[in-house]
């Protein structure tokens, strides 16, 4: 089942069935269901199970159902637009050690021992469109090629083992970073913050484990969990710039999710990102680059591009890159 958020006439977020390509109103289909996602989620597998029997029917018979709204013609918005919280992982063992490797670094041993990942602002969350930043962000800014679940049912000390019973859905994550505002925090060592709050892009649809069914693979030797072998492309201008795919997650996501649930209530609608495939950011690209060819040409995003990431089965999430009219900036301030 494919599920999409979309801003209806009255400004509200409105939830959206995604069928043999065509949309339809959950609540047209039945009322009794929610209208929003943070509803559906909330109320449960209960309610999950009969949008995904509609789901069955509209696909055995097509014919039956009109559906009454278009894809291009909808604002969409983030699948999740109001997630109860946001975790980001460090899952691709590839993007570590790339850039460890490029910081003249060995690779850390701690990386074997357990999932980390830190908070994100969950009140920053976007979809597919247009979005403005503001000047420091464009001092070196990024993308990061991440896929993301989110929790449908309430759980605290979940055990890897039943973890991917917690799993909603799926969704193509681009985790937006000012590089140059992140490395200036850092060396305080108390993690990334204004480097990163600003803003997440998620979308364009929220898709149900069953969808990937048949692109399941084992785990990794010693490892627990649903492991899915998707193709992930990043493109900017629609030139192709990083290639990963899902397999090459080192801890899964039932592993990330214990580790996140440790001692802690996750919620309906905690959105948690698998961290950057290997290649999957500029500044690991430039990074290798760099030191491989002392005139490497670095690439950041600029104001005009477009930025589109693609992963198998979960769609293509593209976003246009603005800048906001203001004189206001914090680096120019912290050199004074």
Not at 21 to 39: C, E, G, Q, R
Not at 234 to 254: L, P, Q
Request: glycine letters at 8%; a negative charge; one cysteine or more.
């Amino acid at each position: 089942m494919k599920l999409i958020s979309y801003l209806n006439s009255r400004d509200e977020d409105e939830l959206g069935l995604l069928c043999n390509d065509a949309v339809y109103k959950l609540t047209d289909l039945d009322k009794a269901l929610p209208t929003n996602m943070s509803d559906l989620l909330f109320e449960g597998s209960e309610a999950i199970e009969r949008a995904q029997l509609l789901n069955n029917k509209i696909q055995e018979s097509p014919a039956d159902y009109k559906s009454k709204l278009k894809l291009q013609d909808l604002n969409l918005l983030a699948p999740v637009p109001f997630p109860s919280s946001l975790r980001d992982a460090y899952a691709f063992r590839q993007h570590v050690a790339a850039g460890r490797k490029n910081r003249g670094l060995d690779m850390i041993p701690e990386f074997d021992q357990f999932p980390v990942f830190y908070f994100s602002n969950h009140n920053a969350v976007s979809g597919p469109g247009e979005l403005e930043f503001m000047s420091d962000h464009f001092d070196k800014l990024d993308f990061e090629l991440e896929v993301a679940i989110v929790i449908g049912k309430e759980g605290r000390n979940i055990k890897a083992e039943e973890a991917d019973e917690y799993i909603a859905g799926f969704m193509i994550m681009n985790d937006f970073s000012a590089r140059s505002l992140q490395m200036q925090e850092m060396k305080l060592n108390l993690g990334p913050a204004k480097g990163k709050d600003f803003c997440t892009s998620i979308g364009p649809v929220l898709v149900t484990p069953d969808e990937l069914h048949d692109r399941l693979i084992d785990p990794k030797e010693g490892h627990t969990g649903n492991c899915y072998d998707l193709e992930m492309k990043a493109y900017v201008n629609g030139k192709k710039v990083s290639e990963g795919n899902m397999a090459d997650m080192h801890w899964t996501f039932a592993e990330i999710i214990e580790r996140c649930s440790y001692g802690v209530e996750l919620l309906p609608g905690d959105v948690i990102g698998s961290g950057t495939v290997g290649t999957g950011c500029f500044l690991e690209l430039n990074g290798t680059g760099k030191r491989l060819d002392e005139n490497y040409k670095e690439q950041w995003l600029k104001a005009g591009d477009t930025i589109s990431l693609e992963i198998e089965g979960l769609g293509r999430l593209e976003n246009i890159i603005k800048a906001e009219q203001s004189n206001f900036s914090i680096m120019k301030k912290l050199k004074t």
